[in-house]
């Protein structure tokens, strides 16, 4: 069967059941993924089902440079982002060839924030023996649009990373299904 063509619906019912489908789907996967009230079992098959599908794309990451494949990291950061409702920064940490290392929640914030600590980042590229880094974060609000203070933060951590020879390749704002690139926008 060519599930393409299902609806959201009809692709629900076959992972979770129909019961379980009418109970929970009100026409918006975003929110199906929101609720915390969904029965035990539904809520684990949703749950085994997003983590393969980060899985499938990671996959994809692992296996070259990240830059060979553009719309798989932001597909893979949509899919991280999808359902929270609280900002989380994210960090690629990438090898010498660009491939990915670990993608790694770094920090985690509230509706509207999130603090973030060079220091900590510092670190962990330095223990993953990362020579380079994609930054990433999500606004909950649905908009991708870069703040001045998330400007302000990717040349802070760009400087401090600098010093231990990390090159950041892009910091990406991710807003539902829409990915703002400080690269492409001239940001870095």
Known sequence: ????????????????????TNALYRGSLRRLLEETEKPPL??????????LMQRVIAEELYAGPVFDSP??????????FAG???????????????RLI??????????SQTSVYPREIVKQALRLNAAAVML???????LAEPSRADEYLT???KQA????????????????????????????
């Open 1 to 20: 069967m060519q599930y393409s063509r299902c609806t959201d619906y009809e692709l629900l019912c076959r992972l979770i059941g129909r019961r379980s």
């Open 42 to 51: 539904a809520r684990e098959k949703l749950a085994v089902a997003w983590e």
């Open 71 to 80: 719309t798989a990291v932001r597909n893979f950061l949509q899919l991280f």
């Open 84 to 98: 929270r409702t609280h900002e989380s920064f994210v960090v690629l940490f990438l090898d010498n060839a660009n």
């Open 102 to 111: 670990v993608a790694d929640e770094v920090f985690r914030g509230t509706l």
């Open 136 to 142: 990433s974060h999500n606004h909950p609000s649905g």
């Open 155 to 157: 040349q802070t951590l």
């Open 161 to 188: 990373l600098t010093l231990i020879d990390v090159r950041v390749l892009d910091h990406l704002v991710v807003g539902g299904q829409t990915t703002t690139s400080f690269a492409e926008r001239g940001l870095l």
